[in-house]
Each structure stands twice: as C-alpha cells, then as structure tokens.
C-alpha cells in the first residue's frame, strides 16, 4: 500500500494545478483540469461508477456498496489546486528515507529541526520535500492521493465497505471554488475534507468570518490656509485604527482567540478607507468585535462631525462546529476508526475557514481530518509518508460497513 500511495502522490505533485486570484470564472486556471483528467483515467481504472467531471472543474466517483444489506454512504473530498502565491511549476519531490533527523539542504534554504521541531519526531521516517525552489503541493495532494489509495485498497482486496462518495475540487485555496460543488451528485450523510495538518487530527472548528470596511471623508484645502478648516481623512483613519484593541490583532492571538486585523488602507486627505476582516471562533465575540467597529466608527463622528465615518460589515463564513455537534455521527466515527488502529485523536481548530465548513452549511456535515503535510504554502513544505499511510487506514477503517 505504501508504495501506491508513494506513486500516487508523487504523480499528482508533479503537475502544476497553481489556482489564480481575482479570475471569475472556475476554475481559476485550466491546467487544474489536467489533474482532473488524470483523475477521471485512473477512476475508471479503477471501476468506479457514475464518473463525472463538470465544466467547473470537479471530479465525482462513487464506489458502490459491495454488501446487499449496507445503505451507509460517506464521502472523502480533496482539492486539487496549490496556492496562488508560490509556485507550483516544475515540482522536483526529494525523497528522503529513513530521515537521520539532521538539517537537510535543499537549494537556497534548508529544514533545520531548530527552526521547525515537528521534525524532530520524524526521526526514521520517509519525508517527502521540495527542491526548495517550489511549494510540494502536499496541500491537497496527500489529501488526493490518501483517497485514490483507499480506493485502490477496496477495489483490490474486496472487503466490505460501504458506498463511497469521492470529490476532487478545484480553487480551495482562493475560496471560489466549492460553491460550485453540486451536492445532488454526492448523496452522502457526511462527508470528511482530507487536508492539511497532523495525520490524528479531526477538524471540526472554524473561525466565523466578516470584513468590515470603514470610509473616511475628510475636507481638503489647500495646506496654506489649512488652519481650522481641513479635515485630514486619513490622520482621521490613523485615529480610528489607534482605538481598536491592539491585542485583537492576529500577531498576538492564537488557538481560540479571535482577530482583527487590517488588510489594506488606502488613503490621501479628502478620503481614507480602511479594509478590515474580523474572526472569533465564538459567534456572539464575533459580534462584539463588529460592535467595536462601530463604536470607534461612533467616536470619530461624535469627534468631527455626521457622516465622516461610514462603515460597511459583511459575513463571509461561519463556524461549522454549530451543525456538527449536533450531527455527531461523523465525530464518532472517526474517533472510533483512529481508537481502532491505536491512533490518539486530537482536535484543533481551524484559524480559517475550510471548504467542508461551507458544506456543512449547506446540508453536508463535513469536518476535516490531517494529511500529515507539513508547512504548507511555501518552499518549506514537505510530507511524511507513514503519516499520509495512516490516514489512509484511517479512512479505510472509516469506510468498513457498520
Ligand atoms: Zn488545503
């Protein structure tokens, strides 16, 4: 099994599937639709049934049921893409087995266990790394090539194991992506994203998720005879941001500690904007942290005047944790898998939002489980084989009939 899961994943990491920012349509980039493809080829190989790939870009596959008396159905869904911001062209994976546990070189930087000690326990095992010159892509495609596995695994051996819904989607990373997904093809009473973090790990926290954007009119005069009269938009800006709780800010906060933190501010004197996004993974101390938005929004107009200050507060996301404690069926299962292969399960909450979060609400619980990647999203990342191989019989054992 592991060598399939090896050859798997080092196929899949190998073809560039880099998602773009600011594009419309989806997916954001066509060459994901090679690994679509790909996908597609190797599912019928498999003998998977109602094969399909949609114009946006996602693959769908169902492995019926080999018992007559099973009507459980779950679903394992990965994504494709890599991230936007490092490139994803020309992967070289380096195979390291039997990891000394020392620095190892790549070109231009190295993974030194003093700057990242997760490797420390590594120590014997298989790493799978960059070259150093692009992300590895680990993110998501441990996360494909565990569930191409697993399949792989039923189709081979036959053991009993009930319908199996799998989705490969695209544009995860740019988070465009999933409102595409057409649920009517995954008719499953749960599903488990497979992405990211430690192989034990079973996600089921998310932030809740709004931007706030606040708009400064000032009144521009010439600074000659300035005196009295002009009101500076963007000193006014810097007044505001200067009354928001500087120990919200993402560089100070971390586990359940909620943030907000400025991401843009444009500004000259007749007009100043500040972009904001806030995050708790408590709904009601999401709403305090837009109430003091609007507080210091409050002050500033109090201060200088009606209208100088104008505020504008979206949702985005919220925190799946709401629908999922009250559908624990998933939870337990896949405690009860990773008990079954003596594996400790931990759960920690996810400082973001994650595709099975939107999923959840809309009808499909879906919390997440680990990868064993590590150090996503740079030249820095790299994955441990006998992790990812965990997760696979983590999934396997999920998959057996009840
Ligand atoms: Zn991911």
Redesign the pocket.
């Known amino acids: 099994m592991k060598t399939v899961l090896l050859n798997n994943f080092l196929r899949y990491v190998k073809m560039d599937t880099m998602s773009m920012e600011d594009v419309s349509q989806t997916p954001s980039t066509e060459k994901q639709f090679a690994l679509a493809r790909l996908l597609v080829e190797e599912l019928k190989k498999l003998g998977l049934k109602d094969i399909y790939l949609s114009k946006e870009c996602f693959v769908y596959a169902t492995l019926p049921t080999n018992r007559t008396d099973c009507d459980d159905s779950i679903g394992f869904i990965a994504?494709m893409d890599t991230i936007p911001g490092f490139s994803g062209t020309n992967v070289n994976p380096n195979i390291i087995s039997n990891y000394d546990g020392k620095t190892i070189p790549l070109k231009g930087i190295e993974l030194n266990p003093k700057q990242f000690p997760a490797l420390k326990a590594l120590k014997g095992k298989t790493l799978i790394t960059t070259d150093g010159t692009t992300v590895l892509g680990a993110?998501?495609k441990a996360g494909i090539a565990i569930i191409m596995t697993m399949l792989w695994h039923y189709v081979t051996t036959n053991e009993p194991h009930a319908t199996l819904h799998v989705a490969f989607t695209p544009d995860?990373?740019i988070g465009t992506g999933i409102e595409h997904f057409d649920l009517d093809r995954f008719p499953c009473k749960y599903a488990y994203t497979i992405?990211?973090g430690a192989f034990n790990d079973i996600n089921f926290e998310n932030f809740n998720a709004a931007s706030a954007q606040i708009t400064l009119h000032g009144l521009d005069i010439h600074p000659g005879s300035a005196k009295n009269q002009m009101l500076h938009a963007s000193e006014v800006a810097m007044e505001y941001h200067a009354m928001l709780p500087k120990e919200q800010k993402p560089e100070y906060t971390d586990q359940y500690e909620g943030f907000i933190h400025l991401t843009q501010m444009d500004g000259s004197v007749g007009e100043a904007k500040l972009s904001y996004i806030l995050r708790d993974h408590n709904k009601a101390l999401l709403e305090k942290k837009k109430q003091i938005m609007k507080d210091a929004m409050d002050f500033i107009n109090k201060k200088y005047g009606k209208g100088i200050a104008e505020i504008q507060i979206k949702d985005s996301y919220q925190n799946m944790a709401e629908i999922i404690l009250k559908n624990k069926e998933c939870l337990t299962r896949a405690k009860k898998a990773m008990e079954a292969l003596h594996i400790m399960p931990t759960s920690t909450p996810i400082r973001g939002g994650t595709d099975g979060a939107r999923l959840t609400f809309r009808g499909l619980p879906t919390p997440n489980l680990g990868t064993g990647g590590y150090n996503?999203h740079g030249p820095y990342e790299f994955a441990c084989l006998e992790e990812m191989e965990q997760v696979t019989k983590i999934i396997i054992e999920i998959s057996k009939v009840k």
Do not use: M, R
Request: contains cysteine; charged residues 60%; proline residues 0%.
């Open positions: 994504h993110d998501d995860e990373e992405d990211g996503c």
